[in-house]
């Protein structure tokens, strides 16, 4: 079940001729780094770009997760859900038509008075599924590694009632690798050994699953 949280910030807006519709966009929040593995706040800063290791779909689910903060200004919205592309990494045999799509998020309503810029947070949208993930992992034209990586856009927009409000996409950049963070570091062994990682709420995704430790090699 994902969690819907709301907030309201106050907005000076230009008025304007005409009947623009409201503007609904989406961000990338942070990736959960607490103890308690709980969402980013609403107010947080936007995530710029991710990590993902493919090799994680070996042991692990190996899906691709985020928390989303949606937005439009000086006007009520319903958001159903993001439609998903994705721009495939030159070198891989992946078609993309195969995996666009939409992420289904139940209903979102963004509702605020008059200016003020209605904001809400939408919990573990699947931004990339396991099935591609495994693909991805397989390709061996795409040539990602530990230190090798390729970049996949993922592409949201969020699905609105266009009469009502138009829908701005934004394209998030998620770096492949393969290894670089559900297997050990190799520097550990320069180190000393490596431990687990105690906060990792996501496996594969952004924080790595070890951490090197002083001792024993």
Not at 95 to 109: F, H, I, K, R
Not at 114 to 142: C, F, I, Q, T
Request: aromatic share 6%; with cysteine; charged share 20%.
């Amino acid at each position: 079940m994902k969690r819907l949280i709301f907030s309201f910030l106050p907005v000076a807006l230009v008025l304007t001729a005409g009947c623009a519709r409201p503007q609904v966009s989406v961000e990338v929040l942070p990736p959960r780094m607490s103890v308690t593995c709980a969402a980013p706040d609403v107010s947080a800063a936007a995530f710029g770009r991710g990590l993902f290791d493919v090799g994680a779909t070996e042991d692990f689910h190996g899906a691709y997760l985020a928390d989303l903060r949606v937005s439009v200004p000086g006007a009520d919205a319903h958001v159903d859900g993001f439609a998903i592309s994705y721009g495939i990494p030159d070198g891989s045999s992946i078609d993309a038509a195969d995996y666009d799509g939409t992420a289904p998020t139940g209903d979102l309503l963004l509702v605020g008075e008059k200016e003020d810029v209605r904001v809400g947070v939408v919990e573990s949208v699947e931004l990339v599924p396991r099935g591609l993930a495994v693909k991805l992992a397989a390709d061996g034209g795409l040539g990602v590694d530990k230190i090798n990586y390729k970049t996949l856009g993922v592409t949201l927009t969020p699905l609105v009632d266009a009469e009502q409000a138009e829908a701005l996409p934004t394209t998030f950049g998620l770096d492949l690798c393969e290894g670089c963070l559900v297997e050990p570091p190799d520097l550990c062994s320069d180190v000393g050994t490596y431990a687990p990682n105690p906060v990792v709420c996501r496996v594969g995704q952004d924080v790595p699953l070890f951490l090197c430790a002083a001792g024993g090699a």
